[in-house]
């Protein structure tokens, strides 16, 4: 690999899956002497789903999960902080394709971290989209941890 990995962007959802995720993003970005761009997206199709099946408003929705994201990713920034990464921490609502370019590009984003669903998917859970959406727009390396 001839360029140097700067900055790495980071896929937190509220799993244990984003924990080892962000295990191995710290301890490449402390070896690279890079900087994590920790990111949570808050889906608008999550929230409708939750309205729909669990009776919940938008916004006793839209809060739920977007507490639920800030715990796990101020649960990654003290394990990096630990270690002595710098990690930005960054929580948006939207649709996850266009969150992740806008985010690949404002920071420019030499390396996608991701972990990798070891559960089935529920009703809640829409299919990992991360993916394909590096591999159609972004030619940069994605880890699936």
């Given at each position: ?5 700067n900055n ?7 799993s ?11 301890e490449?970005?402390g070896a ?6 920790a990111l ?12 729909k ?12 999960l977007s ?5 796990y990713?101020y ?6 902080k ?13 649709n996850?394709?266009?969150?992740v370019?806008?985010?690949a ?7 996608v ?6 559960k ?12 394909s ?9 994605v880890l699936?941890?």
């Amino acid at each position: 690999m001839d360029e140097k990995i700067n900055n790495i962007l980071l896929l937190v959802k509220g799993s244990e899956e984003s924990f080892r995720a962000g295990d191995v993003a710290i301890e490449l970005a402390g070896a690279l002497s890079a900087r994590i761009i920790a990111l949570n997206i808050v889906p608008p199709d999550v929230i409708k789903a939750m309205v729909k099946l669990l009776g919940k408003s938008e916004s006793e929705a839209y809060v739920e999960l977007s507490e639920d994201g800030w715990k796990y990713l101020y649960a990654i920034e003290e394990r990096a902080k630990d270690r002595g990464v710098k990690i930005v921490l960054e929580q948006e609502e939207g649709n996850l394709e266009k969150v992740v370019l806008d985010f690949a590009r404002r920071y420019q984003i030499d390396m996608v971290v991701i972990g990798r669903e070891t559960k089935k998917r529920t009703a809640l859970q829409p299919p990992h989209k991360l993916l394909s959406v590096v591999l159609d727009y972004l030619t940069i390396p994605v880890l699936i941890v």
